[in-house]
């Protein structure tokens, strides 16, 4: 018996609440990647490990409010607890990696392919450990080309992530790339899905074991979004990571700067000359005219 499959029971907030998880997730690793390529190599393997766990949170984080969505209408659907905590320990393990190779060796395309290929694998595996999860009185099945497609867009999208990390540095064109990130993310979440079929076992009913979707995602997206929040208030505080190395430079030296109303004409004469008086009071913040006490 087929099932019937709804990836969007609770409408387009599913879905939008994932892009904006997927796209905060990206906006926190890539500036707090630019960080570390701006820092000395002691920081930088902090710096990158809060950025690949930032992407890392934010992927998964994507795919399970997504999945909050998803039901079958003559099932009930849970989930097995160790299987959802593998799917966020990858999640988080081949971003590292990718970030680590290319945050090291360099991204030349020899090194971009190779990291992009392992961590786009390791994201649709991710996702597919994700589905893994799910119990229900039935078997998942996937349509094979559509399958081959959303792991060919965890490809990409992992290696035009990784070449972001390293090539952006601009607060701006993070953003615009992060939110570009969130498209092909979600994109392949979705992808990923259409490719699900539902073949049920009998009558419909709930199956043996396993948590629902609300006793066990909810809480456990509460541990990766106070994780992103905390990242991002790494992110507030740290005016390099908003502004960009190259802006906070051009801040800092502006204010830096010394204010030529407030400096008195310097001397270009010879050495050997004394320098004109000058009336000093102009210079002062009251004006000519007054006298010091």
Sequence with gaps: ??????????????????YVMACLGAALGLRCITRSLRNDQSWRPGWLALGAASI???IWTMHFIA?????????RIRYDVGLTILS????????????????????????????????????????????????????????????????????VAATAALWAAV???????????SLVMGVAV????????AAVSVHLHG????????????????????????????????????????????DWNRTASRRR???PRTQPPAWTGSAFEAPPRTDRSAYRPGGPGRRER
């Design 88 to 155: 966020l320990a990858v999640a988080i393990a081949v971003v590292g990696l990718g970030v680590f190779a290319v945050g090291y060796r360099g991204a030349n395309t020899t090194n971009l392919l190779i990291a992009g290929t392992f961590t786009g694998l390791g994201v649709a595996a991710m996702h597919y450990i994700g589905m893994a999860a799910i119990r229900l009185n039935g078997d998942l099945r996937y349509e094979v080309r559509t399958v081959a497609l959303s792991v060919l867009i965890a490809l």
């Design 167 to 177: 090539a952006i540095r601009g607060f701006l064109t993070s953003l615009a790339a």
């Design 186 to 193: 979600t994109g392949m979440h979705y992808t990923g899905m």
């Design 203 to 246: 009558a419909a009913g709930a199956p043996d074991s396993g948590d629902s979707a609300h006793s066990l995602l909810l809480p456990m997206l509460i541990g990766p979004v106070l994780f992103l929040a905390l990242a991002g208030v790494v992110v507030m505080f740290d005016p390099m990571l908003v502004l960009g190395d190259g």
């Design 1 to 18: 018996m087929q099932g019937t499959v709804d990836g969007f029971s609770y409408g387009t907030v599913t879905p939008l609440a994932a």
């Design 257 to 259: 700067a010394p204010d």
């Design 56 to 58: 890392g949170c934010g």
């Design 67 to 75: 999945m909050i969505g998803f039901q079958v209408e003559e099932s």
